[in-house]
């Protein structure tokens, strides 16, 4: 039973992987960081529930943290396509190639 | 009583106040003088907890749950000491580097970003030491990205995207570790009756993705791209807190999650890594004619270093650990110090001819004999010249390396070749910078005075590279607790 959630969390894994990877628009790479958050959010979960005593409680709030850091992290990067926007009138990656060497 | 919450705290509470003074009063000297203040009470509050004089048995923090807990130790102190003290130098160069506009946003980032520092050294579980990495990164991405201009922002962008893939990678070696032992306590996990619920295969998995997540922010070659765009976009006083600082804490924090795995064999990795990193350090610093990203390829150079030496006391833990450490540990201080400086100069420069370019340089010690004298301390410290601190530490990393059997000879050959590599570029920098006669166009018309606080900054670097070249022992005894405490953990 619990190897459908593990399959689930592979798939969101590898996606938000592959959007990294083959995307070229940075709104895109943000939104594969973020299904990869998602991801291992629904890890935490299903590994927490695993275990008796107490410890899925422990997996809720770790889950509620990594949301948090997931949102500030859109937050800057967010605020930074936006002006890279506003120098290179694009949010296409390859705009971004002038540092070299 | 005694609550190890209370060092971040202070800092990230401080961030809070140095933010609404920078708003109500508009004077960056007040903002830096407020911003100094806390870091000071944030490490007087660290010398209180450890007991006045030397270091205690380690102090639990009183968790009310089972996944938040830090703990006092040797590493926490070091890291402490090191960030605190690299901090308030980068706060005091900063009143005189930076303009008054967003003063407040750029203490307040500082602030928060030490305040990760300090917290992954004191936190005792799992995914405590990831939420702080995470808290130092999310400053680090705004403050590289600080000056609005597109080669600040391009750096930003490429360093925030491969650093949030690092930290989702590590995340999920930590999210393993988790499911299958349901226990996130770095103690417990180092205790054998976890460490069998881990099967051998799933062990290398995780410290595959340990090494990749945390490497990215560590700077270890493959994952070193960032690095020179992000150390040469950023403020100057800035690629002084993420050379010396920032890199060594990704690899504390690497070193950190590694020590769970029990009885793990990375006898050939971590050395392999370490040659490769180096070797391609100094290899693309030789290349560069803009100062700062020569300073940021030496910076992957000098984490190979600190990795020879870490990667000695996961190879050897019986025989080398303790002095494996040592050796990595103290580089780690020594790089804090004369790396900050270097960028620091590289600053002063910066502010005074408004170029990076190496060429532009020549003659500028002629003209500021204080900063000429200050780069060619931290030049030559940072390629290995004797009576400073870099050798020093170079030094205990080769005595680690040799007792490495079959490979030690290797690393101790690829590391004395490194530092004879690093004098091709560090020679001529220093040349142009501290000895040219003749000065160049830019430099003619450059003011001749800098700020006092500016000065100040580079001096005090500048003078603890000489002390502690000759007096070592002032850096063991800061070293040697945090290295014993290391090489405990890693068995």
């Known amino acids: 039973m619990w190897s459908a959630y593990w399959i689930t969390v592979i798939f969101l894994f590898s996606l938000g992987i592959y959007t990294l990877i083959f995307r070229h628009n940075l709104i895109h790479l943000i939104i594969g960081i973020e299904v990869m958050a998602k991801g291992l959010c629904l890890a935490v979960l299903v590994g927490g529930a695993q275990h008796a005593g107490g410890v899925f409680s422990v997996s809720q709030a770790i889950v509620i943290t990594i949301i948090l850091i997931e949102v500030a992290t859109t937050a800057i990067a967010l605020s930074l396509v936006v002006a890279a926007h506003r120098h290179t009138g694009t949010v296409d990656v390859a705009a971004l190639r002038r540092l070299k060497g | 009583m005694t609550d190890l919450v209370y060092p971040v705290a202070i800092l990230l509470a401080g961030s809070l106040v140095v933010y609404i003074v920078a708003r109500v009063s508009g004077s960056k000297t007040l903002t830096g003088a407020v911003a100094l203040i806390a870091l000071m009470l944030s490490g007087y509050v660290m010398y209180l907890l450890s007991g006045g004089e030397g270091i205690g048995p380690p102090v639990p923090f009183k968790g009310r749950e089972v996944f938040v807990s830090f703990e006092l130790n040797g590493l926490a102190i070091f890291m402490a000491v090191v960030s605190l003290g690299l901090a308030a130098v980068v706060a005091l160069f900063s009143i005189g580097y930076m303009h008054e506009k967003n003063i407040g946003k750029y203490y307040a980032l500082l602030l928060m970003m030490t305040a990760g520092m300090v917290g992954i050294g004191l936190a005792a579980d799992l ?66 009756q976890y460490a069998l619920l881990l099967k051998p295969e799933l062990m290398l998995g995780v410290a595959a993705l340990f090494i990749a997540g945390f490497g990215v922010k560590a700077a270890i070659v493959p994952m070193h791209t960032w690095l020179p765009d992000a150390h040469s976009a950023a403020p100057s006083g800035i690629s002084a807190m993420l050379s010396g600082m920032v890199i060594s804490a990704g690899l504390i924090t690497m070193i950190k999650a590694l020590s769970v795995l029990h009885g793990i064999d990375l006898r050939l990795v971590l050395p392999a ?57 103290y580089h780690i201080l020594n790089h804090a110090i004369m790396k900050g400086g270097a960028f620091l100069c590289a600053g002063a420069i910066l502010t005074l001819i408004g170029t990076r370019d190496l060429k532009e340089m020549a003659g500028i010690g002629r003209k500021l004999p204080l900063v000429g004298i200050c780069f060619g301390i931290f030049a030559l410290a940072l390629a290995g010249a004797p009576p400073l601190n870099g050798f020093i530490s170079k030094l205990f990393i080769c005595k680690a390396a040799i007792m490495l059997d079959p490979w030690g000879f290797i690393l101790v050959v690829m590391v004395i070749f490194n530092s004879l590599l690093s004098l091709f570029y560090y020679l001529p920098a220093l040349n142009k910078i501290a000895l040219a006669p003749e000065m160049s166009e830019k430099v003619k018309q450059a003011p001749d005075h800098l700020p006092a606080c500016m000065v100040l900054a580079i001096f005090i670097l500048a003078l603890l590279t000489i002390a502690l070249g000759v007096q070592p022992q002032l850096g063991l005894d800061l070293v040697q607790p945090a290295a014993a405490f290391l090489a405990g953990i890693i068995q």
């Open chain 2, 273 to 329: 890594l370490a040659i490769i990193t180096m070797l391609t350090g100094n290899l693309m610093a030789w290349v560069q004619t803009d100062l700062k990203r020569m300073l940021a390829y030496s910076s992957i150079a000098h984490m190979g270093y600190i990795l020879a030496g870490v990667g000695v006391a996961f190879s050897a833990p019986g025989v080398a650990a303790l002095d494996g450490m040592r050796g990595g540990l």
């Open chain 2, 127 to 192: 995914f405590n030491l990831f939420v702080m990495f995470e808290l130092m990164s999310l400053a680090s991405f705004a403050l590289v990205a600080f000056e609005d201009d597109w080669e600040p922002v391009e750096a930003g962008i490429k360093y925030l995207l491969l650093s949030a893939m690092g930290s989702m990678v590590a995340l999920l070696g930590i999210i393993l570790v988790f499911t299958h032992t349901g226990k996130l306590s770095l103690a417990e996990l180092q205790g054998t």
